[in-house]
């Protein structure tokens, strides 16, 4: 019976779980820091079994790696490469959704040196988004075509009727990740010009983004995407832009949380206080007896009555609610905190956006407009919409290695037609499904 070592169970990894489960004659061992997790995932099936892992022992992750037969990582992203290295030395394919680091591209020659599959970024963003933009890349360059443009843009959203609270976000995958990401510097590609933005102004370059049939959103900036002009094979293309989705008013909020160093994941020096309005009143180095939201407000050079304070008061950056006394720094405090106000609550549903924007031309001068558009919800009360998008494209992928249904060997990421478009295929048999458009322009 083939044995597939699933690593983590975390807030993404129950569809991927069940999905396993659901297989014929596969094993599926659920190692996590918090075994009870991996116990109500498995729910009593005769082919789960949940494990006790401490990633920071490497000796017991080695243990699971030298039985298994696939390892799907959903541990921190900075275990996986430790990850990667055990799965080639008892030669074992590897499936992540996470991002190919340098250090995991680096593995590439001993991966293909040991017949071995080292799958990332098959998760939602990144894979989904892989997957679906090739497909139409290929399509238009099998039809003759070359694209010029292309634009991609993703939310994890709460659906609109459960966007509630004043800040539009409700948090459906780790919190710590999605306020961490907020500190990214951003780079891409406008009509042949590249554009750098610091990390600290990430959030001063937005744009609102119609999406069909959907909603106006917030889009600005994903990380690096310049790389992608090579990756994806957009050797025409003059702009190329990976995007973030968010509901209004969440660019200049974060901005504001930026700008007050909330977001630091260091101890601040000199601070002896215990509660968040105590932090915020040493981070704007406002008095004992000063108000503190307008102090706040004075110190981001805004209107007292300005909805950015507004949106702090309501977190409770001002209030005397005790700071959590296992945290040192004011990024995990901010986690703790956003996690009580933003989570997901009885029978809410999160949604997934994800719309992609290409230009093609063609021989005699026709020009297409092409999108394609994801909107998927979460099931109430059930899984969610994200931890479904990222989990079942990495469940299909280790089916297919287990059905050798993927020949290849090395350091991938699914922009090939023999993983895309199976994977693609079963997700729309879900549900998971892409909308399509085309217009000539």
Known sequence: MPNVAVLG????????????????????????????KAERMIDGHPDGVARTLN???????????????????????????SVAKLCLKYRKHLVTTSYVSDAMRGLDAAAKEAGVLLLNECGLDPGIDHMSAMRIIHDVEERGGKITSFRSSTGALPSHEANNNPFGYKFSW?????????????????????????????????????????????NYPNRNSVPYKDI?????????????????????????IVALDWLNDKPVEGFSGTTFGDMTRHLVGAGAGDDLAGATAKFLKVDGYATVVKRLEWLGLFSDKPLPGDKNNPLDCMNVLTLEKMSLGPGERDMVVMHHEFLAGFSGGTREFL?????????????????RTVALPAAIAVKMILNGKIDLTGVYI????????????????????????????
């Open 55 to 81: 990633v920071q022992d490497m000796a017991s992750v080695e243990k699971e790696v030298k039985n298994a037969d696939v390892v799907v990582s959903l541990v921190p992203y900075a275990y996986h490469v």
């Open 371 to 387: 999108t394609s558009t994801l909107v998927d919800y979460g099931i109430p009360d059930g899984d969610t919409s994200v931890a």
């Open 174 to 218: 780790s919190p710590r990740g999605v306020l961490l990401a907020s500190r990214n510097p951003a780079k891409w590609l406008e009509n042949g010009t590249e554009v750098n933005v610091p990390g600290e102004r990430l959030f001063e370059n937005y744009y609102i983004l119609d999406v069909p049939e959907t909603g106006s959103f917030e």
């Open 414 to 441: 699914p922009v090939t037609p023999e993983i895309y478009n199976p994977i693609l295929d079963e997700l729309e048999g879900m549900g998971i499904k892409f909308v399509d458009r085309k217009q000539e322009v």
């Open 232 to 256: 994806y094979g957009l050797e025409h293309a003059t702009t190329v832009y990976r995007g973030t989705l968010r509901m209004s008013g969440w660019c200049e909020t974060m901005r504001r």
């Open 9 to 36: 169970a975390g807030m993404i990894a129950r569809p991927l779980v069940r999905y396993l489960l659901d297989l014929p004659d596969v094993k599926v061992v659920v190692a996590t820091r918090t075994v009870g």
